[in-house]
Protein backbone atom coordinates (compact mmCIF):
# COMPACT_ATOMS: atom_id res chain seq x y z
CA UNK A 1 0.00 0.00 0.00
CA UNK A 2 1.33 3.75 -0.94
CA UNK A 3 1.87 6.09 1.73
CA UNK A 4 -0.94 8.04 0.35
CA UNK A 5 -3.35 5.04 0.49
CA UNK A 6 -2.54 4.44 4.05
CA UNK A 7 -2.26 8.05 5.08
CA UNK A 8 -5.89 8.14 3.21
CA UNK A 9 -7.44 5.41 5.04
CA UNK A 10 -5.76 6.26 8.27
CA UNK A 11 -7.73 9.68 8.26
CA UNK A 12 -11.27 8.18 7.17
CA UNK A 13 -10.96 5.62 10.39
CA UNK A 14 -10.33 8.61 12.50
CA UNK A 15 -13.69 10.57 10.85
CA UNK A 16 -15.50 7.41 11.28
CA UNK A 17 -14.47 6.93 14.80
CA UNK A 18 -15.23 10.17 16.00
CA UNK A 19 -18.78 10.37 14.35
CA UNK A 20 -19.48 7.16 16.09
CA UNK A 21 -18.26 8.15 19.81
CA UNK A 22 -19.62 11.61 19.25
CA UNK A 23 -22.38 12.03 16.49
CA UNK A 24 -24.49 8.99 17.39
CA UNK A 25 -25.16 9.46 20.80
CA UNK A 26 -26.67 12.96 19.74
CA UNK A 27 -28.83 12.06 16.88
CA UNK A 28 -29.73 8.31 17.58
CA UNK A 29 -31.97 6.90 15.10
CA UNK A 30 -32.05 10.21 12.65
CA UNK A 31 -28.12 8.81 11.74
CA UNK A 32 -28.58 6.38 8.98
CA UNK A 33 -26.31 3.76 8.08
CA UNK A 34 -23.54 5.59 10.21
CA UNK A 35 -22.50 8.00 7.56
CA UNK A 36 -23.18 11.52 7.59
CA UNK A 37 -23.93 12.20 4.20
CA UNK A 38 -26.67 10.38 4.73
CA UNK A 39 -28.77 12.19 6.94
CA UNK A 40 -32.44 12.94 5.97
CA UNK A 41 -33.56 15.64 8.57
CA UNK A 42 -37.18 16.87 7.60
CA UNK A 43 -38.25 20.24 8.29
CA UNK A 44 -35.32 21.10 9.73
CA UNK A 45 -32.77 23.87 9.32
CA UNK A 46 -29.82 25.61 9.82
CA UNK A 47 -30.05 29.91 10.57
CA UNK A 48 -26.94 31.28 10.58
CA UNK A 49 -27.68 34.96 11.88
CA UNK A 50 -24.95 37.42 12.01
CA UNK A 51 -24.88 39.09 15.17
CA UNK A 52 -24.05 42.55 13.47
CA UNK A 53 -26.22 44.10 10.53
CA UNK A 54 -24.73 44.02 6.91
CA UNK A 55 -24.42 40.05 6.48
CA UNK A 56 -27.04 38.33 5.20
CA UNK A 57 -28.07 34.93 6.84
CA UNK A 58 -26.69 32.11 5.78
CA UNK A 59 -29.41 29.42 5.42
CA UNK A 60 -28.85 25.72 5.13
CA UNK A 61 -30.98 22.42 5.41
CA UNK A 62 -29.58 20.58 8.76
CA UNK A 63 -27.04 17.86 7.28
CA UNK A 64 -25.33 20.75 6.22
CA UNK A 65 -23.89 20.41 9.60
CA UNK A 66 -22.43 17.16 8.97
CA UNK A 67 -20.13 18.61 5.92
CA UNK A 68 -19.24 21.64 8.28
CA UNK A 69 -18.12 18.61 10.68
CA UNK A 70 -16.45 17.23 8.70
CA UNK A 71 -14.57 20.24 6.93
CA UNK A 72 -13.58 21.14 10.32
CA UNK A 73 -11.95 17.75 11.21
CA UNK A 74 -10.42 17.22 8.10
CA UNK A 75 -8.75 20.88 8.65
CA UNK A 76 -7.78 19.63 12.34
CA UNK A 77 -9.82 22.69 13.68
CA UNK A 78 -13.01 20.59 15.35
CA UNK A 79 -12.97 20.36 19.04
CA UNK A 80 -15.52 17.39 20.31
CA UNK A 81 -15.68 18.39 23.43
CA UNK A 82 -19.46 17.62 25.03
CA UNK A 83 -21.64 20.96 26.13
CA UNK A 84 -21.57 21.58 29.73
CA UNK A 85 -25.55 21.05 31.03
CA UNK A 86 -27.57 23.79 30.48
CA UNK A 87 -28.51 26.29 33.08
CA UNK A 88 -31.72 25.53 35.12
CA UNK A 89 -35.09 26.77 34.31
CA UNK A 90 -37.09 27.36 36.45
CA UNK A 91 -33.82 27.89 38.93
CA UNK A 92 -32.94 25.60 41.68
CA UNK A 93 -34.63 26.25 44.71
CA UNK A 94 -36.86 28.43 42.98
CA UNK A 95 -40.76 28.12 44.00
CA UNK A 96 -41.90 28.51 40.29
CA UNK A 97 -43.48 24.96 38.96
CA UNK A 98 -42.15 23.53 35.61
CA UNK A 99 -45.29 24.94 33.97
CA UNK A 100 -45.16 28.57 35.17
CA UNK A 101 -41.65 28.31 34.10
CA UNK A 102 -42.45 27.06 30.53
CA UNK A 103 -45.52 29.54 30.56
CA UNK A 104 -42.46 32.53 31.30
CA UNK A 105 -40.43 31.73 28.79
CA UNK A 106 -42.90 31.61 25.97
CA UNK A 107 -44.45 34.93 27.06
CA UNK A 108 -41.17 36.34 27.65
CA UNK A 109 -39.09 35.25 24.71
CA UNK A 110 -41.92 34.69 22.54
CA UNK A 111 -44.77 37.28 23.32
CA UNK A 112 -46.94 34.09 24.23
CA UNK A 113 -50.02 35.08 26.03
CA UNK A 114 -50.07 34.15 29.96
CA UNK A 115 -52.26 33.64 32.96
CA UNK A 116 -50.82 36.11 35.53
CA UNK A 117 -48.58 39.17 34.55
CA UNK A 118 -44.98 38.29 35.74
CA UNK A 119 -43.65 39.35 38.80
CA UNK A 120 -40.67 41.81 39.17
CA UNK A 121 -38.75 38.48 40.79
CA UNK A 122 -40.23 36.62 38.34
CA UNK A 123 -38.58 38.99 35.73
CA UNK A 124 -35.50 38.93 37.67
CA UNK A 125 -35.19 35.53 37.32
CA UNK A 126 -35.58 35.24 34.39
CA UNK A 127 -33.15 37.91 33.12
CA UNK A 128 -30.39 36.19 35.04
CA UNK A 129 -31.45 33.20 33.35
CA UNK A 130 -31.07 34.52 29.77
CA UNK A 131 -27.52 36.15 30.62
CA UNK A 132 -26.64 32.45 31.80
CA UNK A 133 -27.45 31.04 28.94
CA UNK A 134 -26.11 33.23 26.59
CA UNK A 135 -22.52 32.46 28.36
CA UNK A 136 -23.25 28.83 27.64
CA UNK A 137 -23.98 29.79 24.64
CA UNK A 138 -21.09 31.29 23.75
CA UNK A 139 -18.70 29.02 25.24
CA UNK A 140 -15.72 28.19 23.01
CA UNK A 141 -13.22 25.77 22.69
CA UNK A 142 -9.63 25.79 25.02
CA UNK A 143 -7.93 25.12 21.65
CA UNK A 144 -7.61 28.74 19.86
CA UNK A 145 -7.20 27.15 16.54
CA UNK A 146 -10.08 24.61 17.11
CA UNK A 147 -14.03 25.13 17.04
CA UNK A 148 -16.62 23.12 19.54
CA UNK A 149 -18.00 20.79 17.32
CA UNK A 150 -22.08 20.94 18.66
CA UNK A 151 -22.20 24.44 17.47
CA UNK A 152 -22.68 22.53 14.14
CA UNK A 153 -24.62 19.74 15.51
CA UNK A 154 -28.20 21.54 16.89
CA UNK A 155 -30.01 24.80 15.73
CA UNK A 156 -30.12 25.96 19.66
CA UNK A 157 -28.80 29.13 19.27
CA UNK A 158 -25.03 28.47 20.09
CA UNK A 159 -23.25 31.66 19.54
CA UNK A 160 -20.30 31.52 17.37
CA UNK A 161 -17.57 34.20 18.09
CA UNK A 162 -15.67 36.30 15.65
CA UNK A 163 -12.50 34.43 16.58
CA UNK A 164 -14.84 30.60 15.97
CA UNK A 165 -15.75 32.36 12.65
CA UNK A 166 -11.99 33.16 11.51
CA UNK A 167 -11.25 29.65 12.31
CA UNK A 168 -14.41 28.58 10.18
CA UNK A 169 -13.11 30.13 7.48
CA UNK A 170 -9.59 29.62 7.61
CA UNK A 171 -10.07 25.65 7.68
CA UNK A 172 -12.52 25.82 5.05
CA UNK A 173 -10.11 27.81 2.83
CA UNK A 174 -7.26 25.04 3.96
CA UNK A 175 -9.57 22.55 2.79
CA UNK A 176 -10.85 23.92 -0.60
CA UNK A 177 -7.17 25.12 -1.68
CA UNK A 178 -5.08 21.24 -0.75
CA UNK A 179 -6.53 18.88 -3.81
CA UNK A 180 -5.76 16.43 -1.35
CA UNK A 181 -8.13 17.44 1.84
CA UNK A 182 -11.04 18.54 -0.21
CA UNK A 183 -10.67 14.29 -2.03
CA UNK A 184 -10.47 13.14 1.51
CA UNK A 185 -13.49 15.28 2.54
CA UNK A 186 -15.70 13.82 -0.96
CA UNK A 187 -14.23 10.19 0.34
CA UNK A 188 -15.29 10.70 4.15
CA UNK A 189 -18.83 12.11 2.69
CA UNK A 190 -19.37 9.42 0.36
CA UNK A 191 -18.85 11.71 -2.80
CA UNK A 192 -17.34 10.98 -6.45
CA UNK A 193 -14.34 12.99 -6.79
CA UNK A 194 -15.26 15.61 -9.42
CA UNK A 195 -18.71 14.85 -9.64
CA UNK A 196 -22.16 17.56 -9.71
CA UNK A 197 -22.44 16.70 -5.88
CA UNK A 198 -18.63 17.16 -5.23
CA UNK A 199 -18.59 20.51 -7.39
CA UNK A 200 -22.28 21.78 -5.23
CA UNK A 201 -20.48 21.17 -2.16
CA UNK A 202 -17.33 23.04 -2.88
CA UNK A 203 -19.60 25.82 -3.84
CA UNK A 204 -21.52 25.36 -0.66
CA UNK A 205 -18.20 25.34 1.28
CA UNK A 206 -16.94 28.64 -0.64
CA UNK A 207 -20.22 30.36 0.28
CA UNK A 208 -20.08 29.68 3.92
CA UNK A 209 -16.45 30.05 4.06
CA UNK A 210 -17.38 34.06 2.70
CA UNK A 211 -20.19 34.48 5.47
CA UNK A 212 -17.65 33.21 8.18
CA UNK A 213 -14.95 35.85 6.77
CA UNK A 214 -17.60 38.66 7.14
CA UNK A 215 -18.81 37.54 10.27
CA UNK A 216 -15.03 37.26 11.74
CA UNK A 217 -14.60 40.96 11.35
CA UNK A 218 -17.96 41.51 12.64
CA UNK A 219 -19.38 40.26 15.76
CA UNK A 220 -19.46 36.48 14.80
CA UNK A 221 -23.37 34.92 14.47
CA UNK A 222 -25.75 32.78 16.13
CA UNK A 223 -26.74 29.18 15.04
CA UNK A 224 -30.77 28.70 14.91
Given amino acids: MSAEKAR ?12 SAFMR ?17 ADMSFSFCPRASGVRVFSAPL ?10 ATADALDVSAPADEPDWP ?7 AARGDALL ?14 AA ?20 AHPKKVLSYKFESNDGWIVSPAEARVVADAIESVLSDEYSFDLLC ?22 RAFNEKCASAEGYEVR
Fill in 106 to 119: AHLEGDEPIEGVPT
Fill in 63 to 72: RFGSVVFNAL
Fill in 187 to 208: DILELEVGSGRAKTLRKSLERF
Fill in 25 to 41: PILGSKLSRGTAASWRM
Fill in 122 to 141: ERRAFEAFHAERERWRATVS
Fill in 8 to 19: RRGARRAHRALR
Fill in 91 to 97: PKGSRTS
